[in-house]
């Protein structure tokens, strides 16, 4: 008890340094971190840190399928697999170029937090980062795992953050809110979102899928121009052979193999060699018209 009540105290105090950035999400008045156990508000509406640390800020139960097992298995892969090192190099080189100083990185629909974890740890103390994912199992395990980024179980449509208070959002293969986005990244930020190329994980979808996934990244480009500037698109494309160790985690991370029976992942993990990582990061600031 007594090391979980430290570890809880030492994120409360580290959030109270940062806590500028955050505002109720029931009432949008500002938020206070209190006797370094909560976060509280002048309308009176509470907020506990979990003894892991993180904070849940929540105002309805969340509608998620997203389980333990996906959230572990995600875990496994970017750390321990070369799939996702790639886009890790290419978006801090991008942050160099971009932003500068002290900054406040937010990742939006962070998951288990490990694609934070590994960009983040790319700079130094002047960063401050932020993991936010409307899924507990998720944040959880990032707070189990991560020590530093400040994470929050929160709602992309309620963003827990004062207005242009973010300097650079993520939005890393997760469902965007623009609205909110627009509201909370700083005049001068820079978003970047990544989205799944038609080649991506192509070798699982030839498995178990007759018909070929069509590209949507058109569309989501088009979206994404209604209401930031885009300024460059960056594309990562590479086939990777996959190691028998991780084979299990890659079926388990992708809710394309929900409709999937153990059997026939059983079979396809035989069959399963390589994998195609094909994202595309979609970089944009605010409109300047």
Known sequence: MG?????????????????????????????????FQRFVCSNGHSFDFAKQGYVNLLTKPPKTKYDKTLFQARKIIINDSPLYKDLHQVIAEKLNQMVYGKFTIADLGCGEGSHLQKIGERFDENVTAVGLDISKEGILLAAKSYEKPIWLVGDLAQLPFQDRSIHVILNILSPSNYQ??????????????????????????????????????????????????????????RTYSISEEHVESLLHMTPLLWSVDSEQLEKAGKQLKEITVDLDILVGRHNTL
């Open 3 to 35: 090391n979980a009540l430290k570890k809880r105290e030492i994120k409360a105090a580290f959030v109270k340094k940062n806590q500028e950035l955050f505002q109720c999400p029931i009432c949008r008045s500002s938020l206070e971190v209190a006797e």
């Open 180 to 237: 909110e986005f627009t509201r909370v990244l700083s005049a001068d930020g820079a978003i970047l979102k990544v989205v799944p190329g038609g080649n991506y994980l192509q070798e699982l979808r030839k498995i178990f899928f007759a018909e070929e996934k069509k590209d949507s990244t058109q569309n989501t480009r088009a979206l994404f121009q209604k209401h930031f500037e885009l300024i460059e698109v960056i594309n990562i494309h």
